[in-house]
């Protein structure tokens, strides 16, 4: 047990021991509750991390970045059909023999979308209802069943993708609830792994650690989540943000264009179109490989273009990685030479010595994140694949209503993929007089398909919106074919005992 003696040694050695200002006025539930805190906190590596991201260069001169080599780089836009399909059967043989796990990055709140809940929990409107948290984790049911026809005969475990779920202090008790509510969408309880990410105190800008209250530390996320101690024997990782309602989750083919590649590290990018868009991009900085902000990349550079006539600064990050267990495991080795980023925050706090609460109306003082590509100079191998933004990204950061990746986009992206897989299943869709949405309202289940497959039946057929399809019957009713009147019963009560996963 923390003794009053051996943190307030630790605080002075550190130059932090303002934090037991107000120790001798605190009740003694309070004051174990401080010493605990502070005894936990690893001051001299906080104070290391302050130093360091204080002392970093600003934005890098041109001549330090350089666009990716070409034989890092590949491009599902306008790849041939035996290729995908190689890179497919790679992955779902990858997650047929249990190597597989996804790691979700959930620790954000819906605060921009007005909503207090974690932004996993969040309603885009579908005609369903479902959250982000429910479509990403149906499609993971629906991989492991499409994986299931690539185990190996001698091979008799059941087809498993582990669902990590990074979260932040906050949002942890509101996540864990919504998932037992909802019976963890049909996925097992022992394969969805809860964990939080790590934390570091909030500092001024001189350096001196806040007070949030007198009895304790001001502390926020840093951002790395703590994904390198949370895998178990997985050796392939996919890393996904939460708040894409297009992420392919655990996608077949960008994993298996990873391991054919023999990759380390993979980053899924998106084509930039033009120079001023503001994304960050994947290149070469300093000879090795980053994630450069457009704001640190001058304007002759972001303009430049290849032979082809594209930017040749165009892979746009959006989040969606992979990696290998073994390399993760390796970023301990090297964490202290990570760069951690500024983030300038208002941030709340109690005066010393006065002791008074104050909520700033303006910055006052800054938290240190680590992003997971920051890991991306230690890459050897790196693989990058890039695909078709209208089909894998489309990000809700705003509120209803602001017209750019809000719910209101997100949910248009989502139901117009849902025609185009019915259109290159070779069938049609048609707006009903019905459907008042902008969009023609259907909606498939990732129940029903992962990426388009297994929509054969809807050949040559029209269908018309709205409509919802939510199984195989509904599919077979879609496609006009007859279903008798017991099996649409036997549907329901199935949708109905799945949501509640048994």
């Known amino acids: 047990m923390a003794t009053f003696e051996s943190v307030k040694a630790k605080l002075e050695a550190n130059d932090q021991g303002h934090l037991l200002t107000f120790y001798d006025s605190l009740s003694d539930d309070d004051k174990v509750k401080l010493l605990n805190q502070l005894d936990n906190l690893d001051v001299e590596r906080a104070n290391r991390i302050f130093k360091k991201a204080n002392s970093g260069s600003a934005v890098p001169e041109a001549s330090q970045l350089e666009p990716l080599p070409k034989d890092c780089f590949k491009s599902t836009i306008g790849q041939s059909e035996e290729q995908i399909k190689e890179w497919r059967e790679i992955g779902l043989k990858a997650i047929a023999e249990g190597t597989v796990a996804v790691i979700l990055m959930a620790g954000g709140q819906g605060t921009r979308l007005g909503s207090s809940a974690p932004k996993g929990c969040y309603d885009i409107n579908l005609p369903s209802k479902k959250s982000l948290f429910q479509l990403q984790g149906e499609r993971i049911r629906r991989l492991q069943v499409i994986a299931e026809q690539y185990r190996a005969p001698e091979n008799t475990n059941e087809v498993i993708i582990p669902w990590y779920v990074m979260t932040s202090g906050p949002t942890r008790p509101a996540t864990e609830a919504f998932f037992a509510k909802h019976r963890y969408f049909g996925l097992k309880k022992e394969n969805v792994i809860f964990f939080e990410q ?20 001001s502390v926020a996320p840093d951002g790395n989540g703590g994904i390198y101690a949370a895998l178990r024997k997985e050796g392939h990782i996919h890393a996904y943000c939460v708040d894409n309602c297009l992420c392919r989750v655990a996608d077949p083919i960008f994993l298996g264009y990873s391991i054919a590649s023999k990759a380390d590290c993979g980053v899924k990018v998106i084509p930039k179109t033009q120079p001023e868009e503001p994304v960050g991009v994947v290149c070469l900085r300093n000879k090795k490989f980053n994630v450069v902000e457009y704001s640190e990349i001058d304007k002759a550079l972001s303009e430049q273009r290849d032979e082809d006539g594209k930017l040749s600064f165009r892979a746009a990050n959006i989040a969606n990685h992979y990696y290998t267990t073994e390399f993760l495991k390796s970023v301990e080795s090297f964490e202290s030479e990570l760069d951690y980023h500024i983030a300038k925050k208002k941030i709340k706090h109690v005066t010393i010595p006065e002791g008074e609460f104050v909520a700033p109306t303006s910055s006052n003082g800054m938290k240190m994140e680590l992003f997971v590509f920051d ?49 290159a299943a070779g069938g049609k869709v048609v707006k009903g007089e019905t459907d008042t949405s902008d969009v023609p309202s259907l909606e498939i289940s990732p129940l029903v398909t992962y990426a388009g497959e297994g929509l054969e039946e809807l050949k040559d057929k029209t269908i018309t919106t709205p409509l919802i399809i939510n199984n195989d019957i509904d599919l077979k009713r879609a496609a006009g074919i007859d279903v008798g009147i017991i099996a649409p019963i036997v549907s329901k009560l199935r949708d109905l005992f799945a949501n509640f996963g048994f």
């Open 375 to 423: 890991v991306f100079p230690f890459v050897k191998n790196m693989a990058v694949l890039e695909v078709d933004r209208k089909d894998e990204f489309s990000p809700l950061k705003n509120a209803p209503g602001t017209g750019v990746d809000c719910p209101e986009t997100s949910r248009a992206d989502i139901l117009k993929q849902y025609v185009r897989f019915v259109e």
């Open 198 to 217: 790590g934390t570091l105190p909030a500092f001024t800008n001189e350096g001196k650690i806040f007070l949030e209250s007198k009895s304790s530390v």
